[in-house]
């Protein structure tokens, strides 16, 4: 429908604000020395948002956190 185009801007915005709210958590839980829980939702942006910039960011914040 003529619709479309802007129904998918509004779904990748929404699919972008999600993933960033995702990267957040994992932040705090980072800030509060809790890696694994924040490797728990760095994992699920890199599964769920990989066409978002957060995925990159996530993979390199997984990789800093493996390499403790």
Same mark, same amino acid.
């Given at each position: @429908? ?8 509004? #779904?990748?915005?929404?699919? !972008?604000?999600?993933?960033k *709210?995702?990267? !957040?958590?994992? =932040?705090?839980?980072?800030e509060?020395? #809790?890696? @694994? @829980? ?5 994992? $699920? #942006? #890199? =599964? *769920? ?9 996530? =993979?390199?914040?997984? $990789? ?5």
């Open positions: @429908s003529e619709m479309a185009p802007e129904a998918r801007k509004i #779904i990748e915005k929404l699919k !972008n604000r999600e993933a *709210n995702a990267y !957040n958590i994992g =932040q705090f839980y980072e509060r020395k #809790i890696p @694994s @829980s924040a490797v728990v939702y760095y994992r $699920d #942006i #890199i =599964q *769920n948002y990989p066409d978002t910039e957060w995925a990159g960011k996530a =993979q390199e914040r997984l $990789d800093e956190i493996a390499e403790k």
